[in-house]
């Protein structure tokens, strides 16, 4: 098996149609050239070929089970394989990722039903409290307003981020 450097790996991203297109997964490279999903060296017009997609694959909707469709062609030298969080990131990112892996994962998917949800809430309560004249209802619709309200722009926030 061929040893890759990050340099190395670089190469393979998929700008040069000579070159295969390499992505790399804990420690391990593999060749996703025959792929329609990694053409040009960029998958779902987010992830580069070229790079260790260890936290991205993490992450991802699906598992490691699709790397099993393509072939392993290398492995990253030793001091790389232990990296597990993108070193593009800034430093202070990356030691939050390090601290809470729980936030590697994309929080936007699972953030932006919140607003959503409450936003929904407010006409169906507000429409109990006409029907019943209970008061509570009205209340209600009012704190799922101001939930819906407080969620946006941090659902935003975490689009444009992660995104």
């Not at 987010?46 to 089970?65: C, F, K, N, S, W």
């Not at 006409?130 to 799922?144: D, I, P, Q, V, Y």
């Amino acid at each position: 098996m061929q040893e890759f450097t990050p340099q190395s790996l670089a190469e393979f991203d998929g700008h040069d149609p000579d070159k295969p297109v390499y992505i790399a997964h804990e420690g391990k490279v593999y060749d996703v050239s025959g792929s329609k999903l990694w053409r040009g060296g960029l998958h779902m017009k987010r992830h580069q070929a070229g790079h260790d997609l260890t936290t991205d694959i993490a992450a991802a909707p699906h598992g490691v089970e699709m790397l099993e469709r393509v072939i392993q062609v290398g492995v990253i030298a030793k001091e790389r394989a232990a990296e597990t969080v993108d070193p593009r990131l800034p430093s202070w990112l990356a030691q939050l990722f390090r601290s809470y892996p729980i936030l590697v994962r994309h929080p936007h998917p699972m953030l932006v039903h919140w607003p959503i949800v409450f936003m929904f809430c407010v006409p169906g309560f507000s429409l109990l409290a006409l029907l019943t004249g209970k008061h509570a209802f009205e209340t209600t619709a009012f704190h799922c307003l101001g939930a819906g309200i407080l969620f946006t722009p941090i659902t935003i926030a975490s689009g444009l981020f992660t995104w």
